[in-house]
């Protein structure tokens, strides 16, 4: 399966800053239709409007608001790409006072959020002749950091409902793409304290409009080390992961 974005109708989550924003600009300069801009706070989606006008759309997505998306999934219709890009993160080690209630955060946006999203749109996408369903999930999801640890477990987690949603979605014709970036220059990474190493966050969107494309489940961005673990990993997903063993 592949599927071109040109003319098409995209909803991407978090999409006020971020990967999220450069996704939107991306999406619309490469030929989207329209864009529904999903966030928390709708002015917060303003200078995406001013900017592009009618082809952006807000609309209210928290993901930890499970009636947000029910709500989201009955407006935006006509949607045919969805891009689960909203996460939050706490600066949490295992060994940290606070671990287990950073987790439990992370867990109810990142993974809860995941699999609302995937409940709610994918008659949607369906019902649209298929599209996709992408899921922003890191190279956090495929090796914890300690200063992060509690938010590495959250994408983990949120990799392994990813590749069930790519068994399962696959069945009514929606691609599903599992991304897999490394440090890019957003709050999030910043927060983190690898602003050091950063790269732009466009590398995150062209590799996702690439696989699009392409039909590709993992997706590694050629920022650094997004190349180096996808080249080392590449084996075992092709061998392991992306194998149906009835």
Request: net charge negative; glycine share 6%; with cysteine.
């Amino acid at each position: 399966m592949t599927c071109d974005i040109a003319n098409k109708i995209i909803l991407v989550t978090g999409a006020n800053r971020g990967i999220g924003k450069v996704l939107v600009e991306s999406f619309l300069e490469h030929g989207a239709a329209k864009v529904y801009a999903a966030v928390r706070n709708l002015d917060s989606a303003a200078p995406l409007v001013e900017q592009y006008g009618d082809k952006v759309v807000p609309i209210f997505i928290d993901l930890a608001d499970p009636e947000s998306i029910a709500t989201a999934a009955q407006t935006a219709a006509d949607v045919e790409i969805v891009v689960n890009n909203a996460a939050i993160q706490k600066v949490a080690s295992p060994l940290d006072e606070g671990a287990i209630a950073c987790l439990k955060s992370e867990m109810e946006t990142n993974v809860y959020g995941l699999i609302t999203m995937a409940q709610a749109f994918a008659p949607v996408l369906k019902a649209n002749g298929g599209g996709a369903f992408v899921q922003l999930n890191s190279v956090v999801s495929l090796k914890s950091f300690s200063n992060v640890a509690t938010y590495s477990a959250s994408k983990a987690a949120a990799y392994s409902i990813t590749q069930a949603l790519w068994e399962l979605l696959g069945k009514q014709g929606t691609l599903v793409l599992s991304v897999h970036p490394g440090p890019l220059a957003t709050e999030m990474t910043h927060a983190s304290g690898r602003a050091d190493i950063a790269e732009p966050p466009t590398l995150a969107a062209d590799a996702i409009i690439d696989a699009l494309r392409s039909g590709e489940f993992h997706v590694f961005p050629h920022d650094t080390m997004a190349k180096q673990m996808g080249a080392a990993y590449q084996s075992f997903a092709k061998s392991v992961i992306e194998v149906n063993y009835g």
